[in-house]
């Protein structure tokens, strides 16, 4: 199994930045690929971003693909969001998830943290 602790949301103006980070613990070796996604209050979930856990190929959701960033760092086993130009949209819940394998989906995870807040005044 693998534990995934996000942290670093809070509270922005509009146009400000935020970088989120989410901490890998257990079976890391395990982990293809991380992943961001985010919810807000009576929508559904959406994907963000994803990077391969060892040779760092990224891909972003056309809503977020300039303003966002995903990286990773192997050794301390946490990948991080760096969320610029931040909008009152931007306002959800973060998660980050876990693929054990390249899937089909985006959506096929296999681990799910407990998730950070991000609100986003304006």
């Known amino acids: 199994q693998v534990q995934l602790v996000e942290s670093g949301g809070g509270s922005v103006q509009a146009g400000g930045s935020l970088r989120l980070s989410c901490a890998a613990s257990g079976r890391t070796f395990s982990v293809y690929a991380m992943e961001w996604f985010r919810q807000a209050p009576g929508k559904e979930r959406e994907f963000l971003a994803a990077i391969t856990w060892s040779g760092g190929s990224t891909f972003y959701a056309e809503s977020v693909k300039g303003r966002f960033t995903i990286s990773r760092d192997n050794a301390k086993n946490t990948v991080y969001l760096q969320m610029n130009s931040l909008k009152p949209e931007d306002t959800a819940d973060y998660y980050c998830?876990?693929?054990?394998?390249?899937?089909?989906?985006?959506?096929?995870?296999?681990?799910w943290g407990q998730g950070t807040q991000v609100t986003v005044s304006s």
């Open positions: 998830a876990g693929q054990t394998s390249a899937r089909v989906s985006v959506f096929q995870y296999d681990y």
